[in-house]
């Protein structure tokens, strides 16, 4: 059940051009958004809405994360993103995203306990990761072995179920740091590097990336509080693409790695989380082409020349997106901190600076987004590009599973099925082949 399950409060009349009128309940949440409930519009009209990429549907009602994209604001279960950033650690931010509050400490040591002990994966599935290509994405690899979890860990017959949620879902996020990192030791043809109880959740995931057995392996603290921090600013987005890919799955009653694995490989586009990766490579070919921050913000502003400033704009941010300005700080702290002068980052600035006072992107209200600076930061730390997604996926996970498992709860969810309007052929006569021109 969402907690924020809101009474219709009065209700707006519609007016529709065949000269009939409909009332439609409002809906407000708690945060004052209000809504239309159309989901008797068609029954007793005959109309339905149509709305290409959803950009004014709401999906559902949740009580997980709140964002008004007008004024820059990110809450997860109500605290300001800011203060989790500053104060929070990413296995406190999962437990309070999935839970719907902060551990106690014995809840803590529970959970904390649980991710730890399910870290290894089954012997079997290390056979899986030598048949990939060595030129796979690490995308293709985590979807393709998120879903193969299932085959070992869901139930027999693959249906979803909240009984076994506890237990399914902190096996993800434990396994899924292993997978991660043993994509990457495969990418490279390093030996896998096992997980160690001893460690916490993000200084596990930076030695099995990194480490190798023929040496030792120091854990920097300074590292593991900046991982901490990028999975806390991606743990969750409300009903982002990836998200509403996990919520559309899981509405069939798909299982949970099913739907996960559904939501990794929707991650991966372009203009979703595979912006991170394609900021960098936008990056290096300015910095390659010359450096020249003007000539890429004016392709940006030309339709034809096919090209957009990645790591800008947001569907639903018409502000600085408030994970960005934190990311940014980071990233000054971060480079400095270990000594490093990325070229990237002068030009991303320089383009950031160059695109505020220009009037196309203030027009659109286009700002940076989350991935903007993320990859910048994920470089000075030395983690390669085709795996900066898969870093943001780690990040979103808790996020997918607490609105997966508060769809499961809600009484009144159904099977997500849009409907259309077709503007096909009407019907016609099938022509046998010899018949055809
Ligand atoms: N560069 C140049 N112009 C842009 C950009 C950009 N990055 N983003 C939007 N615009 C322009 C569009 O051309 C359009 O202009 P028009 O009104 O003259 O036609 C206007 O701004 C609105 O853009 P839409 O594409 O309609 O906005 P939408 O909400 O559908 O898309 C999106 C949002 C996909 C994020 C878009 O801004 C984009 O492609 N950004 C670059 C990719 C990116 O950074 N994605 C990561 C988003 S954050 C995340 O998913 C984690």
Redesign the pocket.
């Known amino acids: 059940m969402p907690e924020t399950d809101t009474l219709p409060t009065k209700n707006a009349i519609v007016q529709l051009p065949d000269g009939q009128t409909i009332e439609l309940p409002v809906v407000v949440g708690s945060e004052n958004e209000k809504a239309l409930d159309i989901s008797k519009l068609r029954s007793q009209t005959g109309y339905i809405t149509l709305d290409p990429?959803f950009?004014n549907t709401g999906s559902c009602q949740s009580g997980i994360t709140y964002l008004d994209g007008e004024k820059g604001i990110l809450r997860y279960r109500g605290i300001p993103i800011e203060q989790l950033a500053e104060k929070s650690s990413f296995v406190e931010v999962a437990y309070l995203l999935i839970y719907g509050h902060l551990p106690n400490s014995k809840e803590w040591e529970r959970f904390s306990y649980l991710l730890t002990r399910h870290a290894m994966l089954h012997e079997d599935m290390k056979h899986f990761f030598e048949s990939f290509s060595s030129q796979a994405h690490p995308m293709a690899i985590l979807s393709a072995m998120v879903a193969s979890l299932s085959a070992y860990y869901s139930e027999a017959s693959g249906v979803a179920s909240l009984e076994t949620f506890d237990l399914n879902a902190v096996r993800l996020i434990s396994k899924i740091r292993t997978l991660a990192a043993f994509s990457y030791k495969k990418s490279i043809g390093q030996p896998f590097i096992y997980p160690l109880d001893s460690l916490s959740y993000c200084a596990n995931f930076l030695r099995m990336m990194f480490a190798v057995p023929a040496e030792d392996y120091e854990i920097d603290p300074e590292l593991v509080s900046v991982i901490n921090l990028l999975l806390i600013l991606h743990a969750d987005?409300e009903q982002?693409?990836s998200t509403s890919t996990v919520r559309v799955v899981g509405s069939s009653r798909a299982n949970m790695y099913g739907s996960v694995s559904a939501g990794i490989l929707a991650l991966w586009g372009?203009?979703?989380?595979g912006?991170n990766q394609?900021?960098i490579q936008m990056l290096e070919h300015i910095q390659a082409d010359g450096g020249n921050a003007d000539k890429f913000i004016e392709m940006?502003?030309d339709?034809d020349s096919g090209f957009?400033?990645?790591?800008?704009?947001?569907?639903v941010y018409k502000n600085y997106d408030p994970r960005a300005k934190v990311i940014k700080t980071a990233c000054d702290r971060v480079l400095e901190k270990l000594g490093i002068h990325d070229p990237m980052l002068d030009i991303a600035k320089k383009l950031e600076e160059r695109a505020l006072s220009d009037d196309?992107?203030k027009e659109?209200k286009?700002y940076p987004?989350?991935?903007?600076y993320s990859g910048i930061i994920y470089r000075a730390l030395g983690i390669p590009t085709n795996m900066f997604t898969v870093m943001?996926t780690l990040g979103r996970l808790p996020g997918w599973l607490a609105q997966w498992k508060e769809m499961m709860e809600d009484p009144k969810q159904r099977i997500s099925r849009p409907r259309q309007i077709y503007t096909g052929s009407n019907e016609i006569n099938y022509v046998p082949m010899e018949q055809r021109g």
């Open positions: 990429g950009v987005h982002n693409c372009p203009l979703h989380g912006a394609q900021v940006a502003k339709k957009r400033l990645m790591g800008f704009g947001h569907r196309y992107f659109r286009l987004n989350v991935d903007f943001f």
